[in-house]
């Protein structure tokens, strides 16, 4: 069935979409001002360079999130600045907004959807960084998810370069290419966050040993940890449940304009 089809109105999905991803993107700058002041000043008091693999990656999340939000911005301004010609709608048929919005080969959407698999790819990407360093460098430890974000990064192009191909109907043929996004994206943070919270959580007992730590320290940051997985891992099954679900189609397409902004906001803790 086409997203016309559902009970939600798609140009109420969008509009609404539109709203909340502006909502939660004013977070993620928050987020991100008080991450570059931490950095600030953990540079000044460690007497080390600004510009760190974090400072990088922030700056790119900063990039592609903007980016994905000023396309959407696009998008809702072309739908709903009605034409200049006539136009009337019959009883039962789509809306000029709702025409736009199924138009899925507009460029905008395209990118958008670009710039989504960026953000995730570059969050994951830093998490996985993350793991490398909490395991003394450990190559071996990242070798799974470095190919479940390589997985993450083929399937999201995939998706991208269909949709610019071809139009509505690609969001049904498109399920294979966008679940296996999905499990991918889960798969990888469960397994960093589960191996990051376990290292910390074996480090903290050694140190405790020594007396050299206090025991809530190390407790904390694994509970920081663990909480930003749940609130990612919510994130992206609400994602695939709303895709999944027989009338939850346009539904998504706000959970996704939420999540984006969420999981880039979670990797910054």
């Not at 470095?146 to 399920?175: C, H, P």
């Amino acid at each position: 069935m086409l997203p016309e089809d559902r009970k939600t109105r798609l140009d109420a999905a969008q509009f609404v979409a539109l709203l909340l991803e502006t909502l939660l993107i004013g977070v993620f700058y928050v987020l991100l001002i008080q991450t570059f002041e931490v950095l600030r000043f953990r540079a000044k008091t460690r007497r080390e360079s600004f510009f760190r693999p974090m400072t990088f990656c922030a700056l790119a999340l900063l990039g592609t999130i903007t980016a994905r939000w000023i396309t959407d911005i696009s998008r809702i301004f072309g739908a709903f600045i009605l034409p200049e010609k006539s136009y009337s709608v019959q009883a039962g048929e789509p809306n000029p907004a709702e025409i736009a919005f199924l138009k899925l080969s507009d460029p905008n959407f395209v990118a958008a959807s670009a710039m989504y698999t960026s953000s995730t790819v570059l969050g994951d990407g830093f998490m996985i960084y993350r793991l490398w360093l909490v395991w003394g460098k450990n190559k071996l430890i990242i070798i799974p998810p470095i190919l479940l974000l390589w997985g993450i990064a083929i399937t999201g192009a995939v998706v991208a370069y269909r949709f610019e191909k071809y139009d509505i109907a690609i969001l049904v043929s498109n399920g294979p290419w966008i679940i296996s996004s999905y499990l991918s994206t889960f798969l990888c943070n469960l397994y960093s966050t589960a191996l990051i919270a376990l290292k910390i959580s074996l480090s903290g007992r050694e140190l405790r040993k020594a007396h050299t730590i206090p025991a809530l320290d190390l407790a904390k940051v694994a509970e920081i940890l663990v909480e930003s997985a749940a609130l990612y891992s919510c994130c992206l099954i609400i994602s695939l449940a709303t895709y999944l679900s027989g009338s939850g189609v346009n539904v998504h397409f706000i959970v996704v304009s939420m999540t984006n902004p969420i999981i880039v906001s979670s990797r910054l803790y």
